[in-house]
């Protein structure tokens, strides 16, 4: 009767405690019809750079998955809090060891020795008063869901780095290649303003500012080569591969940007963020080492039993002893009190930058929004700009073939409609960055044929 007694409290005091409340979205972020209801996290099967529909990126993504140290790292820290994990779910179970000890004494006499052999095997248990071996299970859970996360924010950081990359150096090679058409044109310009310079017609001033805009183009073009090889050699380190001049990206035509797939509040899309998920697993682990830290300040309870053998040339014995181990701390100087309100003011400090984090994620996505909605306009504009560009370029050489005209004209034209096309060139590639941006930012979730990663995501 005693012993049911004994294991009714221990269970009913073994849960007494817990950790002070901490909410997914702070309090002065949340909206009132948000705090009401969360809305289903949607997990993608598909990895976001699947829009661009391009197996090269698709490629290289996988292996800088697969070969960078960052991506190692997160999984070597992934696998280090689940051990720990493992080890805080094993106080859970008894403990048992067993001891053996031989002593023998020499004298000078009759009995020239004495040998003792002592052989225990004991065992204990924590009764985990007050819900402490729960709260701290419950603090490398949210430790290995911190790190689970942020693998997950390595993951997206890097695939979106490697697809800006990759982008950039599709734009430069885009880029020089318009740029040679463009430096031929400025070349046969440069020689019919010579010749009209020599008949008279040209002056002086007209053929060095023509022969300056050829020299510009060069310069132009050797810039373009420069900054291409150092992207090749970024793409490189990217992929965990030592940077050398070897080209990986032969691409010369800068795609369009993939339609937005996320719709609603700003707040609804920064809960989807990988590093906000992680911040609010270690805002929980913050939370459970204050309840730990109360805990600590009650009795403890320590069940241990024991079976000793002695065996000796004189006498041969087993006992077995058990016993409870009950630890109150009755004056320890304010320490665990002091220890306590650490803990509380740590969460208070943790809280703050839970909630800076957030604001931080409100500004980058609401900002990032903004200006792919404004390069969209840019782009209109400068489509505009092109389409006059390429009338003119057009009336120019109908005057040239009705004799209305000279060929000069039609190559000027020409020029304009070149660098209409560069810039046109360069803001696609921008608007293909911000989406890409947008869409790291937002951090929709992704697990593809992991089973386990959608429960990971649900609260």
Not at 171 to 186: C, D, I, K, N, P
Not at 328 to 347: D, N, S, Y
Request: some cysteine.
């Amino acid at each position: 009767m005693r012993l049911c007694v004994w294991t009714v409290a221990v269970v009913l005091l073994s849960g007494c405690v817990s950790a002070p409340e901490v909410r997914l979205v702070p309090e002065g972020i949340s909206q009132e019809e948000m705090s009401m209801q969360h809305p289903p996290i949607r997990v993608d099967n598909v990895p976001w750079w699947s829009s661009f529909d391009d197996d090269v990126l698709d490629a290289l993504i996988s292996q800088g998955l697969g070969g960078n140290p960052s991506r190692q790292i997160a999984l070597a820290r992934l696998a280090q809090a689940e051990t720990e994990l493992n080890v805080a779910k094993a106080s859970r179970w008894p403990w048992l060891q067993a001891r053996g000890n031989r002593e023998v004494f020499e004298f000078r006499g009759r009995d020239p020795d004495t040998r003792t052999d002592i052989g225990a095997l004991e065992t204990g248990w924590d009764a985990g008063l007050w819900g402490k071996r729960r709260l701290a299970i419950e603090q490398a859970e949210q430790f290995q869901q911190q790190r689970w996360f942020e693998q997950q924010a390595i993951v997206l950081a890097l695939s979106a780095s490697i697809a800006d990359v990759y982008y950039q150096i599709v734009e430069r090679r885009t880029q020089g290649s318009l740029l040679a058409a463009q430096t031929s044109v400025s070349r046969d310009l440069e020689r019919l303003i010579e010749a009209r310079f020599r008949l008279g017609q040209a002056p002086a001033n007209e053929l060095y500012q023509q022969r300056e805009q050829t020299a510009l183009l060069e310069q132009l073009e050797l810039v373009n080569t420069t900054r291409r090889g150092t992207l090749e050699r970024s793409l490189d380190v990217l992929l965990g591969e030592r940077p050398d001049a070897n080209p990986r990206v032969m691409r010369t035509q800068v795609p369009t940007a993939p339609t937005q797939r996320e719709t609603g509040a700003v707040e609804d899309l920064v809960r989807h963020r990988a590093d906000i998920r992680a911040g609010y697993a270690r805002l929980q682990q913050v939370a459970a080492e204050v309840g730990l830290r109360f805990a600590e300040r009650l009795p403890a309870l320590q069940v241990t039993a024991s079976l000793t053998s002695l065996t000796s040339k004189a006498l041969s014995s087993e006992w077995v002893g058990y016993g409870l181990d009950l630890a109150a701390p009755i004056f320890t100087g304010g320490r665990l009190k002091g220890l306590e309100q650490r803990a509380r003011q740590v969460l208070e400090e943790g809280r703050q930058r839970y909630f800076a984090l957030w604001l931080e994620a409100l500004n980058e996505v609401s900002s990032l929004q903004w200006q792919y909605q404004q390069q969209q306009r840019v782009i209109g504009a400068l489509s505009a700009r092109r389409d006059f560009a390429q009338q003119a370029l057009e009336t120019a050489r109908d005057r040239y073939i009705r004799g209305d005209q000279n060929y000069l004209d039609v190559l000027t034209a020409l020029r304009g409609l070149q660098d209409a096309d560069r810039s046109l060139v360069f803001e696609r590639r921008q608007l293909v960055t911000l989406w890409i941006q947008v869409t790291e930012s937002v951090g929709q979730p992704m697990c593809g044929a992991i089973a386990s990663c959608t429960a990971n995501w649900q609260l």
